[in-house]
Structure formats: structure tokens, C-alpha cells
């Protein structure tokens, strides 16, 4: 690990050691739960018994919330993303947990909230259903319980089952409706970030036909789902994104550029679909794939790509991230390159405020700036891929992101 990131690191975690009460939340992408992952996995690589005490101290912290009626049933800001990430640090050895008993009282809870979910059609990754449902395959993977495995088949089943009767379908594929209405009467949206749309359906579906659980269906989804998805890909030459942020259901096609991120356009697209290739060992769509992912590698201007902070979700520092861990499973070298150049983006958007601890600021379109210190937005996120890099990816943390 390099001198600048050592110092980079320890710049950070000062400043969290400062203000991690100023996190409400549980959840993954703005809670404690991502200070909590940020904390142990620093603690295994600088070897500090200090910095591991203070991560164990997060489990406690947020069972005093739940037991003080928090109730946020969220993957991203609540309950359900602080259990996933103890089973994620179960899974991978950093902590020991009795999760089968631990989780008992709560997975009832949470499938209940998973079909209110449901039911409004609320599928987001994040805040809807497919997040309780990346809850559910992480139990099923890892429980060595034979009744709660089957407990777990029938939950993802149920949402399987569920997303297939609620797909809206034509000659081009499956999409399924956006919750945020759409801006031309009689139109329905159809949103194309991995974030909240129908990427990361398709990122969920590969997670379960991985689990091989309804995989007849599962598998007929994923295809009727990337087609669509590749049949929104712009032909245009001279065109600045691949991929639209969205389009609507109907036939018509609309050239709705996309920013250079995680949450939206092409690197989600790309990351999607490169999991499809994965698991269904089609050579083509990989090649695809990672074709999409080239292409959105040599994007490089900060204004014409909307790239105006560090964070993870569409910031410098997540496309450190996802180009490095590109180049760590492809080799490619356009990704190397590209990593390196976002990198020392993201390092000189560093800024210090009056008592000299080191902040990222957060660009909130026309409202304000903000200094977060969330594992999506802020410096844990930020932190993890200095950690990711350091480490060769050595701990996949940024699986909860669908990396």
C-alpha cells in the first residue's frame, strides 16, 4: 500500500472517529452499517485490535436502535442492509454469529414489508423490494439449516413468481414499470439504472439462478430481460452515452443521455450484463459487455460526464473503483488506465474545513453542497476503495452495490 493511501486512510477514519454519531441510519448506503464494514476491514489491514473494538462496537450500537424501536425496514438505510452486512462479515470470517438464531425474530418482519413491497410495485434495489429479496439469497446461501433453506427457496420464489406476473413485455423483452411517474401523459417509465431500475432486477435475477432456485423461470427472465436492455443501446456515432437513464414502454425510442457512474447508464448496464455472461456462460454477451464498459472507459471530461464530487455512487472515486476491479478480472488495460486517471481526480477533490479533517463534498444538484460520510456518497465508500485496491479486491464488500 502506498504512502498517499495510508495517509489518505487514516485521514479518513480520524475524521469518522469525529462525527460517526452523526449517522442515524442502519442501513448500507447511509448508516452505520457501511462505517461498520469500513471499520473491520481496516482494522484487518493496518492490524488494529483498536480499530476492530470500534467496529464491534457498531453491532451493539445498532441492536440498541432496533431494541429503541428504529424501524426502517430498508436495505439501504435500514434493518434489513444492517443484517445483511453482519452475515456478509460472518460469511467472510471477521466476525462469529449464531446468525440462524439471531435472525429469527426479524426475517418474518422483513419478508412481510418485501410483499407490502410488492404489491405497490416498489421493486427498487435500494428501498423496495429486490433489496429484502438480496437479504433473502444471502441467508439462503449461507444457512446450513435445512428448514430455513427451505424457508428461504419458497421467500425468492414468491418474488420470482412476482416479478414475472408484473413484467411488461413486447417483441423487444421485459422491463418493468418505474415508480417515478413519467413526464408524457399515457407514457410509462421504464428506469435504466442499476440503482433503482431494471439493471439491477436483472443483477438479482443472475443472483438467484447462481442459488439455482427456479431456475426454468429465473432463466427465461434473465433473458426477456437483458434483450430489452440491449435493445435500448443508442445507435447514434457520435453519441456521448450507450445508454439512456430511461426510456418509456412504448415503442418509441428516446435518446435520454446518461452520467458516467454507478447509479445510472452505461457502467451499471455494463455491470449487469457482464454478471448475465457470468452465470449463463454466454461468450457473446460478454464480449458485449465488456465492450459497453470500454466504451464508458474512455469518457474522461468531469463536465460533459456530470462527474462533480468523489463518492461512490457518481463521483471519481467509484470509477477508481469499478474501472480497478474491472482490470482485476479482465485485464483489460483500458480499465487500468482509467482507474488511474479517476484517481487522482478523486484525490484532488479533497478538502480540509477549519480543524484540518480531510472531507469530501457531495454535489446535491441545485440545493447545496454537503460533506456525507456514508458508504454510497461519502468517505466510507471512499475509504473501501482505497481498501479494495490495496487489498488486490481481496474482500468483495461491494457486492451490496452490485459491483
Not at 473491520?40 to 488494529?48: H, T, V
Not at 427451505?150 to 421485459?174: A, C, P, V, W
Not at 418509441?252 to 443521455?257: A, I, N, Q, V
Not at 477533490?349 to 458508504?375: C, T, V
Request: charged share 25%.
Amino acid at each position: 500500500m502506498t504512502k498517499d493511501n495510508v495517509s489518505i486512510l487514516n485521514k479518513i477514519k480520524s475524521t469518522i472517529d469525529k462525527n460517526e454519531r452523526r449517522q442515524d441510519n442502519l442501513g448500507i448506503i447511509s448508516g452505520i452499517s457501511g462505517i461498520m464494514i469500513f471499520r473491520f476491514l481496516l482494522s484487518r489491514l493496518l492490524e488494529s485490535e483498536e480499530e476492530f473494538e470500534k467496529a464491534k462496537s457498531l453491532i451493539s450500537e445498532g441492536l440498541k436502535k432496533i431494541n429503541n424501536g428504529y424501524n426502517d425496514p430498508s436495505y439501504g438505510n435500514g434493518i434489513t442492509g444492517f443484517f445483511w452486512a453482519l452475515q456478509f462479515l460472518e460469511e467472510n470470517n471477521i466476525i462469529e454469529i449464531e446468525t440462524d438464531d439471531f435472525f429469527s425474530q426479524a426475517e418474518d418482519f422483513i419478508y412481510e414489508v418485501m410483499v407490502t413491497n410488492i404489491e405497490k410495485k416498489n421493486y427498487d434495489f435500494l428501498h423496495g423490494a429486490i433489496g429484502y429479496g438480496v437479504f433473502f439469497i444471502k441467508r439462503y446461501k449461507t444457512t446450513k439449516d435445512a428448514v430455513l433453506k427451505r424457508k428461504y427457496r419458497s421467500i425468492i420464489n414468491e418474488l420470482i413468481s412476482f416479478l414475472d406476473n408484473s413484467k411488461i413485455e413486447n417483441q423487444k423483452g421485459f422491463m418493468w414499470e418505474s415508480s417515478q411517474e413519467s413526464d408524457i401523459e399515457n407514457e410509462t417509465n421504464i428506469d435504466l439504472g442499476l440503482a433503482h431500475g431494471v439493471p439491477s432486477i436483472l443483477y438479482f435475477l443472475c443472483l438467484v439462478y447462481e442459488e439455482g432456485v427456479a431456475n426454468e423461470k429465473t432463466s427465461r427472465l434473465i433473458k426477456g430481460t437483458y434483450s430489452y436492455i440491449l435493445s435500448t443501446k443508442n445507435v447514434s456515432k457520435n453519441i456521448i452515452s450507450l445508454f439512456p437513464t430511461y426510456q418509456y414502454a412504448s415503442q418509441t425510442k428516446e435518446e435520454h443521455l446518461s452520467r458516467l457512474g454507478w447509479c445510472y447508464g452505461d457502467i451499471g448496464i455494463g455491470l449487469s450484463l457482464l454478471k448475465t455472461a457470468e452465470v449463463t456462460k454466454n461468450t457473446e454477451l460478454e464480449k458485449e459487455a465488456i465492450s459497453i464498459l470500454i466504451h464508458s472507459s474512455k469518457r474522461r471530461d468531469l463536465k460533459e460526464n456530470s462527474v462533480l464530487d468523489a463518492g461512490l455512487c457518481h463521483g471519481a472515486y467509484g470509477l477508481f473503483h469499478i474501472y480497478g476491479k474491472l482490470f482485476h478480472k479482465t485485464s483489460q488495460k483500458a480499465f487500468k488506465e482509467s482507474s488511474e486517471y479517476w484517481k487522482k481526480i478523486g484525490d484532488n477533490m479533497a478538502k480540509f474545513d477549519e480543524n484540518q479533517d480531510i472531507y469530501y463534498p457531495i454535489h446535491l444538484g441545485e440545493r447545496n453542497w454537503s460533506k456525507p460520510f456514508s458508504l454510497l456518497e461519502g468517505m466510507v465508500g471512499i475509504g473501501l476503495s482505497i481498501i479494495s485496491h490495496s487489498t488486490n479486491y481481496e474482500i468483495e464488500w461491494d457486492e451490496c452495490l452490485f459491483i
